[in-house]
T-cell receptor
Framework: AQKITQTQPGMFVQEKEAVTLDCTYD???????LFWYKQPSSGEMIFLIY??????QNATEGRYSLNFQKARKSANLVISASQLGDSAMYFC????????????FGKGITLSVRP | EAGVAQSPRYKIIEKRQSVAFWCNPI?????LYWYQQILGQGPKLLIQ????????DSQLPKDRFSAERLKGVDSTLKIQPAKLEDSAVYLC????????????FGSGTQLSVL
């Protein structure tokens, strides 16, 4: 079984500053993938970044980077140079590797970017 | 490229009524998912299709929920009869394959059961 934990209360960040959103996970699978999704008020879930458990380097996608610490089972999302449009819910998710694997989500974190 | 289409966007019904949601995935995507997202929680997988076959429906309340994906393209999710606790956003997602692949989501259907 997999479990994703996101415990931060609502987060606030000043525009143009960096922010870290925490995610810890628990799994017995030896190989797995970690994802972050953004959900703006419109409701659509938008893929941000992916990290494989055997990837040697931390994933980066533009202003998004994933601080992956396998031994601590954490996969924190770092957003650099925050923009007003970054205000949204952010979900961490994971899936074991292999065919037909199920994606399990955390409960999410609300991020508000202040002008 | 067109995204995942869902309808209706909003639905309000009374308890014990029935309701159906429709989803058209991205063209060529073999895998289709229905998720339920209750307010303040992350999405929970209800059912996963690979083409027109069910891969995982372990969390689908089969006494009241049903889903089909005829011809391996679009899909419908039905609730009959609805309960108050079914109030949620129902998200449809699709992916090319079902192996560590990022999912593309629709905007969801927000269901309110009164």
């Amino acid at each position: 079984a997999q479990k994703i934990t996101q415990t931060q209360p609502g987060m606030f960040v000043q525009e143009k500053e960096a922010v870290t959103l925490d995610c810890t996970y628990d799994t017995s699978d030896p190989s797995y993938g970690l994802f972050w999704y953004k959900q703006p008020s419109s409701g659509e879930m938008i893929f941000l970044i992916y990290q494989g458990s055997y990837d040697q380097q931390n994933a980066t996608e533009g202003r998004y980077s994933l601080n992956f610490q396998k031994a601590r089972k954490s996969a924190n999302l770092v957003i650099s140079a925050s923009q007003l449009g970054d205000s949204a819910m952010y979900f961490c998710a994971m899936t074991p590797s292999g065919a037909n694997s199920k994606l399990t989500f955390g409960k999410g974190i609300t991020l508000s970017v202040r002008p | 490229e067109a995204g995942v289409a869902q309808s209706p966007r909003y639905k309000i019904i009374e308890k014990r009524q029935s309701v159906a949601f429709w989803c058209n995935p991205i063209s060529g995507h073999a895998t289709l998912y229905w998720y339920q997202q209750i307010l303040g929680q992350g999405p929970k997988l209800l059912i996963q299709f690979q083409n027109n076959g069910v891969v995982d429906d372990s969390q689908l309340p089969k006494d009241r929920f049903s889903a089909e994906r005829l011809k391996g393209v679009d899909s419908t999710l039905k609730i009959q009869p609805a309960k108050l606790e079914d109030s949620a956003v129902y998200l449809c997602a699709s992916s090319l394959v079902a192996t560590n692949e990022k999912l593309f989501f629709g905007s969801g259907t927000q269901l309110s059961v009164l």
